[in-house]
Every structure is written in C-alpha cells, then in structure tokens.
Nanobody, 129 residues
Framework: QRQLVESGGGSVQAGGSLRLSCVAS????????TAWFRQAPGKEREGVAA????????YYSDDVKGRFTISQDNAMNTLYLQMDSLKPEDTAMYYC??????????????????????WGQGTQVTVSS
C-alpha cells in the first residue's frame, strides 16, 4: 500500500519557523509530482507549494511565496516544507500529496488537490500571535 507520512508540525509563535517532512513508501518521489496542502477549520483545502521533479520546478501560492520553501531528497524519498516567518493565518493541518500521473505541469494544475492520487494523514501547525 502506497503511503505518505508527515511529521514536523507543532506550535510556534508568529515569526518562527517549522520544517515539515513527508516520508514516502512504495511511491518513488523522483518519478512523481509532489505538493503540500493545508486546510484550516471551516476553510477549503488549498495548495501551498508544489514540486515537479522532472525539471526541479517549484510553485507556491501567493500567500506563502517568499516564506515557504519546498524541497525533495530523492535518496531519502522524502519531501520537505521549510516554513519561515510564520503567521497566525498559517495555522492549519498540512498534508503532503504525490502523483505519478500528470496531465499538465503548470502551477494551477500542480496546486490543485484533484491532481493528486496519494495523500498523507496530515500534521498540525499552530501559529500564535
């Protein structure tokens, strides 16, 4: 069974940093498109960062651009999200996702949840003011 397991969430004060990790098993991330999504209570899930390994392209939502960095260690089969300058509005459950089947490779497609087949269970990030 293909599996993605996130870790690294926690509680921090505004301006702090966290690094999320997503370890994949039975999904080879170097052959996949990968992404981080988040969902806050009462809000829709939104894509925050995506990584397209074929060209090492990265995409970010406007809300996190310049503060978050997505990266991938293919040897460790692990996806990361470095989150700096955190704000209270970043509070959410964060999920990693992967897919080996792509129809397109543009930002709109790669930041859409419907594009991904495999999902983790999530890790909670709470930012206090």
């Amino acid at each position: 069974q293909r599996q993605l397991v996130e870790s690294g969430g926690g509680s921090v004060q505004a301006g702090g940093s966290l690094r999320l990790s997503c370890v994949a098993s039975r999904v080879t991330l170097k052959n996949s498109a990968t992404a981080w999504f988040r969902q806050a209570p009462g809000k829709e899930r939104e894509g925050v960062a995506a990584f397209y390994s074929d060209f090492s392209r990265t995409y970010y939502s406007d809300d996190v651009k310049g503060r978050f960095t997505i990266s991938q260690d293919n040897a460790m089969n692990t996806l990361y999200l470095q989150m700096d300058s955190l704000k209270p509005e970043d509070t959410a459950m964060y999920y990693c996702a992967a897919t080996t089947y792509l129809v397109r490779s543009d930002a709109e497609y790669l930041l859409a949840g419907s594009s991904y087949r495999y999902w983790g269970q999530g890790t909670q990030v709470t930012v206090s003011s």
